[in-house]
């Protein structure tokens, strides 16, 4: 099976966490973690940079690794590294998203997350 290798972004600001809308493709319309595929030779620390500026116009800082997940979608195996950062610079201008959205962890499941995503979103709802 085709594998893919992705980090993706847990962006925190006080008590929220943002979700962002896919705007295309197979899941257009989930929720998901802002981020997407490694390149060759870079670091997952780079690739969330790159990816969050190529989709947001945001610079982040990476502060902590949290977890990853793996998971088979019909198409291909999905390896994700979750990191929670939180914004340097930036106004997270959507470039690629439908929609983001600000979330506390008792809004967490308001949105219809990406299969992958619900074993860490259910992890981090239970956060302290
Ligand atoms: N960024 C991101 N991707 C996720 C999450 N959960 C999850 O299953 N994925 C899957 O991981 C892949 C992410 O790669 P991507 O964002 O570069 O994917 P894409 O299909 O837009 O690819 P493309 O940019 O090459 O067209 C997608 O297949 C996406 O469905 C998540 O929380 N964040």
Redesign the pocket.
Known sequence: MKR?E?V?AIIHKGDKILATQ?G????KD?W??????MEAGETPEEALRR?IWEELETRIVVERFVKTID?D?PA?H?T?H?YLCRVESGCLKLK?HEAARWLTKDDLDSVE?????RDVVKEISAYP
């Open positions: 893919i992705v993706a896919r295309y493709g197979e899941w989930f998901e973690f802002p981020g997407g595929k990816e998971w979608y291909f999905l994700m979750c690629e997350w990406l299969p992958a995503d």
